[in-house]
């Protein structure tokens, strides 16, 4: 069998005409594309303000400073995410404060943040991972008791739905990425969006260097700009954004299936209150005995690739240096991510790879039982 990506962007024609038109205009820094792209989104989500970034870090960051957050603040976010998601509280000059995760969902609850909350807690970041979304009303009554504000790092759930509505209006403000392996991509590219004036005009303004008006610097800024061309290409995307978010639920059922008949494989839970899962990744999780090392050295020699995603933020070299993390001061997060192990899911992934993944992963599990 010939490799079977872990994911594989859906990029032709379509996208190569868009952009050649876009680079052929004369105009390729952020223009009428990006602009045409960020009311497209608006109206698919139904928020407000959809600001583009250059990338989903770059979104992260400028959303944060909307915040209000700034040096000697500390930000609740979840161990079992991306880095970015630590890194940009970081980049404030404020205090990553890790929380734990549900083993089930992966995703924070309202305890786990609750008891990371003080008097220095000047932001909450919750993490929709692997696309999943998390409880948003469960979180909304803890903003609503403790009146602290949210950023959504929605990175992976672009096109999920919580309950009958797309996420991206349930928080203060919520940050996506359009990264290669992302639902839809610009290859690099990020999006804020939010229903809140002021937090939508501070983000655009960080965004072109704090300029409120050309050369008018009022606050301190970067570069996150996207590219009219970049727009282009996710113009294009936007279009196939619900065929995909198809395609990846009919392989996700399929896998639910085959792997739900096994005592030792632990197929994704979804939640009730999830209307749509963007699926991401499709992550199982092992139970003991079954050494999860093994069976992805087994599935690598069948050319088949995986991936874990992600590994705790606290046990990366920067913050057990930094904060003197060790292993097992977050165990739920350290056990989950020991467990899971995410498997190839894409629009076009034929049957014959799908049963292929699916009978080699069994067979791995089985010669562990021997």
Wanted: glycine share 6%; aromatic share 10%; with cysteine.
């Amino acid at each position: 069998m010939k490799f079977i990506p872990i994911a594989r962007p859906i990029v032709n024609n379509r996208e190569a005409k868009n952009v050649s038109s876009t680079i052929k205009s004369g105009w390729i820094t952020m223009g009428k594309k990006v602009k045409e792209l960020e009311n497209k989104i608006s109206k698919y989500i139904g928020v407000k303000h959809a600001i583009l970034f250059n990338n989903g870090t770059s979104s992260l960051h400028a959303a944060l400073i909307a915040l209000g957050v700034k040096k000697g603040d500390e930000v609740i976010v979840p161990t079992l995410s991306y880095i970015s998601s630590a890194n940009v509280i970081e980049y404030c000059g404020a205090k990553p404060v890790f929380c734990e995760i549900s083993p089930e969902t992966f995703n924070v609850t309202y305890e786990t943040i609750r008891k990371k909350i003080t008097k220095r807690t000047k932001a909450i970041i919750t993490v929709d991972l692997k696309g999943m979304p998390i409880d948003y009303d469960q979180i909304r009554k803890l903003k609503k008791k403790f009146k602290i504000p949210i950023l959504s790092d929605s990175a992976e759930a672009f096109g999920a739905m919580y309950k009958e509505n797309k996420v991206g209006s349930q928080m203060d403000v919520h940050s996506f990425s359009f990264f290669a392996n992302k639902n839809i991509t610009m290859g690099e590219g990020g999006l804020v969006t939010t229903n809140n004036n002021k937090i939508a005009k501070i983000c655009q303004i960080i965004r072109n260097q704090g300029q409120k008006s050309r050369y008018n610097h009022i606050m301190l800024g970067n570069n996150y700009r996207p590219t009219d061309y970049a727009a282009s290409m996710g113009l294009s995307q936007l279009k196939r954004v619900d065929y995909i978010l198809k395609e990846k639920s009919k392989i996700a059922s399929i896998y639910h299936k085959e792997f739900s008949k096994n005592k030792y494989i632990e197929a994704p839970f979804v939640p009730s209150y999830v209307g749509k899962h963007s699926w991401y990744m499709y992550c199982i999780k092992f139970k003991k005995p079954i050494n999860r090392k093994k069976i992805q050295n087994h599935l690598h020699k069948k050319n088949i690739e995986t991936r874990l995603s992600f590994p705790p933020i606290h046990l990366q070299k920067y913050y057990k240096d930094k904060y003197n993390y060790k292993k097992k001061m977050f165990g739920i997060s350290e056990s989950t991510f020991d467990a899971f192990l995410d498997i190839p899911i894409f629009p076009g992934i034929t049957k014959k790879q799908m049963n292929y993944v699916v009978k080699n992963i069994l067979d791995a599990v089985n010669l562990q039982l021997k």
